[in-house]
Nanobody
Framework: QVQLVESGGGLVQAGGSLRLSCLASGRTFRDYVMGWFRQAPGKEREFVAATRWSFGTTSYGDSVKGRFTISRDTAKNTVYLQMNSLKPEDTAVYYC????????????????WGQGTQVTVSS
């Protein structure tokens, strides 16, 4: 049974940093793309970042480029999202996802999802 478990969310002041973690289990993710999405109240789920599990190539949403960094530790089966220079508009529930259709900005291309972790950025 595939499980993606996020952690590391919380409350931070604008300009601060947080690191989210996603522990993946239940299958080999060698051929998968691991992604981070976020969803704020009343808004659609938004692509944040993605990385290929095997090669580590990355892709970012325009709103987070230069501030967020996605990485993975294959030995620990964990994907990270380092978030710097946080802004109040980054406030959302952040979800870890895994997909086998290549790097995609569409949440429908990811078949596995975690339960989400709340990130709140105060001004």
């Amino acid at each position: 049974q595939v499980q993606l478990v996020e952690s590391g969310g919380g409350l931070v002041q604008a300009g601060g940093s947080l690191r989210l973690s996603c522990l993946a289990s239940g299958r080999t993710f060698r051929d998968y793309v691991m992604g981070w999405f976020r969803q704020a109240p009343g808004k659609e789920r938004e692509f944040v970042a993605a990385t290929r599990w095997s090669f580590g190539t990355t892709s970012y949403g325009d709103s987070v480029k230069g501030r967020f960094t996605i990485s993975r530790d294959t030995a620990k089966n964990t994907v990270y999202l380092q978030m710097n220079s946080l802004k109040p508009e980054d406030t959302a529930v952040y979800y870890c996802a895994a997909g086998s259709r290549g790097v995609s900005l569409r949440y429908s291309d990811y078949g596995y999802w975690g339960q989400g972790t709340q990130v709140t950025v105060s001004s």
